[in-house]
C-alpha cells in the first residue's frame, strides 16, 4: 500500500526549496550564490533572511532520507536493473543533457548578475557551454542522487538476505535520536578551510559522504514501519525540541554565514537538523497519511517543479533588483508569487514538447 505521507512531505519539501531560494537570493548574510541583500549586515538587518536558518540545516537531508526510503520500496517492486534504468533517465539525463536544453538559461543569467554581460568579450559558442556548465543550480540534488543510487547496488549486494536490514528495523526510539550522532559525523566530513584555488568548496556543496551516509539511514533504518510508527508516537516531543535547539541556534548565530562548514558541523546546528528530519517524517506519518486532488497533481509534478524553478528565480529575482526601483517587500512578494505560479506553467508547458519532456525531467512519452 502506498504510503502518502512520504510522497506529501516530498512535495512540501520541494515548495520550501523554491521559498528557500527566494530569500537566499537577496540574503545579506555571505550566503555563496546570492546577489546580495538590500543593504549591508549588520548595519541593515533583513530579518526575512531567517527562513534560511529555519531551512537549511534539514530539508535537503529531508529529501536524501525519503530518496532512501523510496529506493527500498522500488527495489522490493522492481529488478535491480530495471530500477537503475530508471533512474539514470529520471535523474542523470536531466542533470547532464538538461543542462544544455534548458538549464544555460541559469548560467546566462548568472552571468548578468552584476548588470553586464561578464562573458563579453568570449565567443558565443563558449559563451554557451559555459552558461550550460554554470547553470546547474538545484541540479546539484539530482546528480548526487544518481551517483547514491549507483553505490547503492553493491551496498546492497552485500546485505542480499537483508540481515543488516533487518537487524535496523529492531531500533528504538532512543537508537533512531542517537543516529544523529552519525550524522553529526559525516557532515564532519566536509573540508573545514576550502582553498578558492581549488574544487574543495565545490565539494562541500555536493558533501557526497555526509549524503551517502543519510541516503543509506533511509534504506536501511526509515523504510521499516516498525520504525515510523516509532516516529509517527513521538512527533510531538520531537517536534518540540528541535524547536527549541532551533531556536536557540537562530539566536545565537544569526547574522553568521550559515553555510560555512564550521556552521554547518556544530553541534547544535546538527541536533536541530536531524530533531527536526525525525520530527517531520513522524508528523506527516501521523497527521498526512492521504492524498486527494491537490496532494496528486503535486506528487506527479513536484519533481517537475524542482527542476524548472531556479530560472524564474533567477531571471525575474535578478531583474527586479537590477533593473527596478520597487521597495524590498514587493520584490519579495511578486518574487514569491512568481515562482510559486510560472513554475507549474513553465512545467506543463515544457512536458508536453517531446523531446524536452525526456532531456529535462527524464520523462518518457
Known sequence: MRKYWIDNLRWVT??????????????????????????????????????????????????????GISARYALQKYPAKDWFKSRTRKLLVPGTIGLFVFHWMVGY??????????????????????????GIGPLWFIQLLWVLCLVLLPVRALDRKDKFWNWCGKAGIVPIILLGVLFWAAQLTMVQNPSEQSMEGLLNLYKPIFYLVIFLMGYFVFSHDEVQEKLKDAWIPLLAFAVIAGGILIGTTFGETNTTPQYQCSPLNCIYGWLMCLAMMGWFSAEFDRTGKFAGYMTRTSYGLYIVHYLVVASIGIMLKMYTQLPPWSIYIILTVAVFTLSPLLYEVLRRIPFVRWAVFGEKK
Not at 521559498?19 to 555563496?32: D, E, M, Q, S, T
Not at 541593515?44 to 536524501?64: A, E, R, S
Not at 561578464?118 to 563558449?126: D, K, S
Open 109 to 134: 543569467f548568472n552571468s548578468h548578475v552584476a548588470g553586464q554581460d561578464m562573458l563579453a568579450e568570449v565567443p558565443q559558442p563558449v559563451k554557451y557551454i559555459i552558461w550550460s556548465l554554470t
Open 14 to 67: 520541494v515548495l520550501l526549496v523554491l521559498l528557500y531560494h527566494v530569500i537566499y537570493l537577496y540574503n545579506n548574510k555571505g550566503v555563496f550564490g546570492g546577489i546580495g541583500g538590500f543593504g549591508e549586515y549588520p548595519e541593515f538587518h533583513q530579518y526575512q533572511d531567517v527562513v534560511m536558518y529555519i531551512l537549511y540545516p534539514w530539508f535537503m537531508p529531508l529529501l536524501f532520507l525519503l530518496a
